[in-house]
């Protein structure tokens, strides 16, 4: 029996977590299987359909030591940056507001779950008829398509917060603004990051499908221009790119999701 006891005694063992060089020799492992499936590609296509990825680097090298390119990244930069300041803290209010206010909510989530599936596209008539050709219209752009998914994490995850809080929170009589900040978004952080993190990925498409069909500068004219042409290694080259950004961006997000995650 006191073997048993003892058995039942010892700590249930846990699966350990991988970190440090485990995390980076898997990353390592994901890139090189993907040059080696991409340069595979480029043997068996041809150059003419897939650049190899020598080509595309030494043409994304070319690019990015052209005098104009500075121009280019410039007026994607701030087109995204303000769409992207637009979407996460008007995504971020909104959610707030309605996830407090359940009747309103309820009202509008399945609302915004309807717009969220409109293919963006079809709505880009009516936002060059609102904002004109120009900046205005790509920022709008990459509003819309972050802003939604943006809410609806913030405005679900209001709503799980325990109605004990809510409780507290009146009878200390605290105002509004004290409720989000001491409530509120202690409470709702890690969600609100997982938001964030599908926002900006949808606020850089959104800006550069904007660029794309209404712009004389910018990434996206120039792989609008590059399509044209038949250009493919500055199709690959702009790829590259705009993946490597788009990539370590949402490796630190989720870094800070993981961490906002982990049990303390």
Partial sequence: MSGAADVK??????????????????????????????????????SDVLSSPALALKKLYTV??????????WETGRAFGTALVLALFGGLILGILLGIHRFSGEVAEPILSALYAIPKVTLYPVI???????????????VIHGII????????????????????????????????????LPATLPEIVSG????????????????????????G?????????????????????????????SAGLLYLDRRLHAPS
């Avoid at 063992?13 to 995390?23: E, I, V």
């Avoid at 060059?128 to 790509?138: D, E, V």
């Avoid at 606020?203 to 712009?215: D, H, V």
């Avoid at 004219?221 to 370590?248: G, H, Q």
């Fill in 9 to 46: 005694s010892l700590p249930s063992p846990r699966l350990k977590r991988r970190g440090g060089f485990g995390d980076k020799l898997d990353v390592a492992i994901v890139i090189l299987c993907a040059l080696a499936l991409w340069q595979f590609g480029a043997l068996t296509i041809g």
């Fill in 64 to 73: 990015v030591t052209d005098p104009d390119f500075a121009g280019h990244l």
């Fill in 128 to 142: 060059l008829l609102l904002f004109g050709l120009g900046i205005s219209a790509k920022i709008a752009f990459g």
């Fill in 149 to 184: 998914p943006v809410t609806l994490f913030t405005m679900n995850a209001v709503r799980n917060i325990r109605s004990v809080y809510f409780r507290t929170a009146r009878s200390l009589r605290l105002t509004f603004p004290q409720l989000v900040w001491t409530i509120v």
């Fill in 196 to 219: 964030f993190r599908l926002g900006f990925a949808l606020t850089l498409l959104g800006t550069l499908i904007g660029e794309m069909f209404a712009s004389q500068r910018g990434i």
């Fill in 221 to 249: 004219y120039m792989l609008i221009k590059a399509m044209e042409t038949n250009d493919v290694d500055m199709l690959m080259a702009l790829s590259v790119l705009l993946t490597v950004f788009a990539t370590v961006a």
